[in-house]
């Protein structure tokens, strides 16, 4: 059995206010409009099947297989969430980090988007 560590210790994330793990700040403050699809189903993904420090080690070709990726696109959608500051990874391991103070400066200016228009953009690849 693989024993899970976390790749950023310092960051293990908790649960937000509000009622769920999917913290409501990933929209609110538009971190959401900054990957594509893929990086966001990946993100799910993770986000679902993580465990309580957001650490999951699910293998790249069982990755590719759930999410109908190929490897470049599972590398890409990886790549995104690692420069967002949404994920940390060390082979084999995932870790979901949690939003706040360390990825505020990362924010995108601008007025909020309505929900129409967020679920427009990911559905065209609109980044």
């Given amino acids: 059995m693989t024993r899970k560590t976390p790749v950023s ?3 293990i994330r908790t649960v937000p206010e509000q009622f769920s793990w999917v913290d409501h ?3 609110r403050d538009r971190y959401i409009e900054r990957l594509t699809h893929k990086s966001c189903a990946l993100y799910l993904f993770l986000v679902t099947v993580a465990d309580s420090q957001g650490l999951s080690y699910y293998s790249d070709p069982s990755l590719c297989e759930r999410l109908a ?3 470049a696109s599972l590398d890409s959608a990886r790549s995104e969430l690692r420069q967002v500051g949404l994920v ?3 082979r084999p391991i ?3 980090l949690p939003l706040g103070e360390a990825t505020a400066a990362k924010r995108v200016a601008g007025p909020p988007m309505a929900i129409g228009e967020i679920f427009k953009r990911l559905a065209g690849g609109v980044r």
């Fill in 9 to 11: 210790p310092d960051r």
């Fill in 25 to 27: 700040r990933l929209v």
């Fill in 69 to 71: 990726m190929n490897e």
């Fill in 88 to 90: 940390a990874y060390r």
């Fill in 94 to 96: 995932y870790q979901v």
